[in-house]
T-cell receptor, first 112, second 114 residues
């Protein structure tokens, strides 16, 4: 089964509103990453948070990580129509395995 | 800088045919990955190569084989294609290192098996 499960599966908001997406995972991790995918394109990395970090910011993005609950959230503030995309979390166990396992994703639609 | 390049971008196969998806990166990355993406399933890891000379199974390896030809190239082979392998395939690469590194993705290869 997949490492990361995200909710909601789909989210529709108005421009200027905030969007929050959640990710839950099952095993211990070295870090957790968020990616964005525009329709028909490859994924693009947004932000990485390490297991010893609780919160990280990058521009309009805020990521939190709760390792005790095995969960993470991605907040996009003051959303824009251009933020419309699918967002995926990916868990990295680190070490020798060096593999990233992705969640099922959240489809975000920002209405102008 | 090309990044990660996948070929072909589109392919239609008949059941039982074989084909190879090619992937090359020019970023001197150690690790390379093959994922498949199906509607509602997110990305699932097929195979990966943590470093040149090694390959390992991911979540859904059945029906696939891989070859890490050199540091730049990582190919995915379907020996006898099945309709269940209709999907979008993504190759990705990254540096290997402590603390984690981001993945860089290709634009995908869209495969249809009839």
């Amino acid at each position: 089964s997949q490492q990361g499960e995200e909710d909601p599966q789909a989210l529709s908001i108005q421009e200027g509103e905030n969007a929050t997406m959640n990710c839950s995972y099952k095993t211990s991790i070295n870090n957790l990453q968020w990616y964005r995918q525009n329709s028909g394109r490859g994924l693009v990395h947004l932000i990485l948070i390490r297991s010893n970090e609780r919160e990280k910011h990058s521009g309009r993005l805020r990521v939190t990580l709760d390792t005790s609950k095995k969960s993470s959230s991605l907040l996009i503030t003051a959303s824009r129509a251009a933020d419309t995309a699918s967002y995926f979390c990916a868990t990295d166990q680190g070490g020798a395995t060096n593999k990233l396992i992705f969640g099922t994703g959240t489809l975000l639609a920002v209405q102008p | 800088n090309a990044g990660v390049t996948q070929t072909p971008k589109f392919q239609v196969l008949k059941t039982g045919q074989s084909m190879t998806l090619q992937c090359a990166q020019d970023m001197n990355h150690n690790s390379m990955y093959w994922y498949r993406q199906d509607p509602g399933m997110g990305l699932r890891l097929i195979y990966y190569s943590a470093s040149e000379g090694t390959t390992d199974k991911g979540e859904v390896p059945n029906g696939y084989n891989v070859s890490r030809l050199n540091k730049r190239e990582f190919s995915l082979r379907l020996e006898s294609a099945a309709p269940s392998q209709t999907s979008v395939y993504f190759c990705a690469s990254r540096l290997k290192g402590t603390g984690g590194r981001e993945l860089f993705f290709g634009e995908g290869s869209r495969l249809t098996v009839l």
